[in-house]
């Protein structure tokens, strides 16, 4: 018995026309996954990060608030007297406005930089969704070959039963080939698929736990519309489109070429912080203290008692650290040398797996075939050597025999329609595309 079939899901068939089909079950997975919510989660720290780059040309407004007491001071800079024993409130506001005019380009190049932020995010939320659409597809498709492994396992029984009767009739009547060595073998192999039931069915109960948490469906409501594994639809697709619709499409390349963009703007970006910051400065200071004589003479620095000072200047902030600027494009640089070499070592990868992936298609398209030959031989051999036992021509360990034959040759033909189902699924995600894309195209 094929390890595969035993990771399955024991399934009661469904009524025709009804049950979940593959597109409603992937829907669902798809809605409040947290591998999608947790991409998504990323997406939102790009774009608040786009926003504030945006927001940078807005002015900077900062507002100081103080309050105190002090005491009672009267006369001028030059003659002055502080009574102690009269206190009185100070209070004191002071805003100051910062408005960009030039940052030499930077401002802009950090927004493109934010906007490829933003295509990472969105290239790994495909990436999520591409993997849930293949986990819920993986499993969808085990339902169906589950189901089918039910009706197998009866199959097979009713050939074993067929054996039993004949053995019982033997031993009835007492009759010269009846052979004791006969039932005990009987005995093993029906011991045999009984642990083959319960292997299967210990593997259904993971299985069908992974459905509901993928659907959230209530296990018992989870049945496939699909009643028999069907082959994927397929073109004859050939090694360089594949490649080419991958470069074009898969998430993960998607993802490394915005982050090569955003490190080439970002070289750019430290380059250009050797320019100054130009600005536009706006103070406004408010001091209110009435114990504190206040002095009217312009020439004098009153900043207990100023009802409206306010100015306006044009700023210039350049700073000359030639260490830092020089270390942070060369910094900048070799993160754009790394990342660059990530993504040629990807598109490697990449046409490394889909060439894996496509022969992995290929064989089991092509096995299809064969098993199923193998299958309708191994089933006439069951029933033929079946019907010869009942009939006193045939020995039982040849009836077993080609009942073993059967199980094996239907099982064959069953995986390799699910191999090659989960082959093209795989190829699918390995080219960032759905299933449907790799379909023939009607001209």
């Avoid at 001028?76 to 030039?102: I, K």
């Avoid at 699909?226 to 050939?238: I, N, P, R, Y």
């Amino acid at each position: 018995m094929h390890t595969l079939a035993l990771i399955t899901v024991f399934l009661a068939a469904a009524p025709p026309g009804e049950g979940l089909t593959l597109e409603e079950a992937t829907r669902r997975a798809l809605q409040d996954n947290p591998l999608v919510d947790a991409a998504r989660g990323t997406l939102d720290e790009y774009e608040a990060r786009y926003r504030q780059v945006v927001l940078a040309w807005v002015p900077q407004v900062r507002v100081d608030f103080t309050g105190t007491v002090l005491p009672k001071m009267t006369g001028n800079a030059v003659e002055h007297d502080t009574d102690e024993s009269v206190w009185g409130p100070y209070l004191r506001t002071q805003a100051t406005l910062v408005q960009p005019v030039t940052t030499f380009g930077r401002l802009a190049l950090l927004k493109k930089m934010a906007a490829a932020g933003m295509d990472v995010g969105r290239a790994q939320i495909r990436m999520a969704e591409d993997e849930i659409r293949f986990m819920t597809a993986r499993a969808y498709y085990s339902l169906v070959f589950a189901s089918e492994m039910e009706g197998l396992i009866a199959e097979g029984e009713e050939f074993l039963e067929k054996a039993r009767r004949r053995l019982e009739e033997l031993e009835e009547k007492d009759a010269d080939d009846f052979d004791q060595v006969d039932l005990l073998r009987l005995r093993v192999y029906e011991a045999e698929v009984a642990s083959m039931r319960l292997e299967a069915a210990r593997g259904a109960s993971l299985a069908r736990t992974s459905l509901h948490l993928l659907t959230g469906l209530p296990e018992e409501e989870i049945r496939p519309s699909m009643k028999h594994l069907e082959t994927a639809s397929f073109d004859d697709w050939d090694l360089p489109r594949l490649q080419a619709l991958a470069e074009g499409h898969r998430p993960d390349l998607e993802a490394l070429r915005a982050g090569v963009r955003a490190m080439r703007l970002g070289v750019d970006v430290e380059r250009r912080k050797w320019a100054p910051d130009v600005f536009l400065l706006g103070n406004m200071t408010m001091a209110w203290a009435p114990y504190v004589e206040n002095q009217r003479s312009p020439f004098a620095d009153d900043p207990y008692n100023t009802t409206l000072g306010s100015g306006a200047a044009l700023g210039i902030r350049w700073t000359m650290d030639v260490g830092g600027r020089l270390a942070g494009v060369d910094e900048a640089r070799a993160g754009l040398r790394k990342l660059e070499g990530q993504l040629r070592g990807m598109l490697l990868k990449a046409r490394l797996e889909l060439a894996q992936k496509l022969g992995e298609a290929q064989d089991a398209r092509a096995r299809i075939e064969i098993h199923k030959r193998a299958y309708k031989a191994g089933r006439g051999w069951a029933m033929a050597k079946t019907d010869l036992y009942e009939n006193g021509l045939e020995e039982l360990k040849q009836v077993i025999e080609g009942i073993s034959k059967f199980y094996s040759t239907k099982l064959a033909y069953m995986d390799a329609i699910l191999r090659f189902d989960l082959a093209v699924a795989e190829l699918a995600r390995a080219c960032g595309v759905p299933t449907s894309e790799l379909a023939p195209r009607s001209l």
